[in-house]
């Protein structure tokens, strides 16, 4: 019943930054973590973030570690992908994901998920 839209990806240039939005169809949703996965042609999915919704607690893939940061809007149960310093291996369709178990929060377990958004860098 959970819908997720991802916007905010467009191409950029090496160096750059973006900003992804995620957006839950239902404020109500019970949510315990939502996440950001990322996908390139030929690619396995790879996790990219997460945060926890009880309390924010983050957690980051290594390739994005002061780099990337995940935030929320609680009310809104929004969710954002702040990318600084991207790298032409940034590219990528990025999809949001979102949870009301627990689960391993980098494992792809979510139960929902968004369509994705392109995101290119360029070099």
């Known amino acids: 019943q959970v819908q997720l839209v991802e916007s905010g990806g467009r191409l950029v240039q090496a160096g750059g930054s973006l900003r992804l939005s995620c957006a839950a169809s239902?404020?109500?949703?019970?949510?315990?973590?939502m996440g950001w996965f990322r996908q390139a042609p030929g690619k396995e999915r790879e996790f990219v973030a997460a945060?926890?919704?009880?309390?924010?607690?983050?957690s980051y893939a290594d390739s994005v570690k002061g780099r990337f940061t995940i935030s929320r809007d609680n009310a809104k149960k929004l969710v954002y992908l702040q990318m600084n310093s991207l790298k032409p291996e940034d590219t990528a369709v990025y999809l949001c994901?979102?949870?009301?178990?627990?689960?391993?929060?980098?494992?792809?377990?979510?139960?929902?998920w968004g369509q994705g958004t392109q995101v290119t860098v360029s070099s």
């Open positions: 239902r404020r109500t949703f019970s949510s315990y973590a």
């Open positions: 994901a979102a949870t009301s178990r627990w689960i391993v929060v980098n494992s792809g377990e979510y139960e929902f």
């Open positions: 945060l926890r919704w009880s309390d924010g607690i983050t």
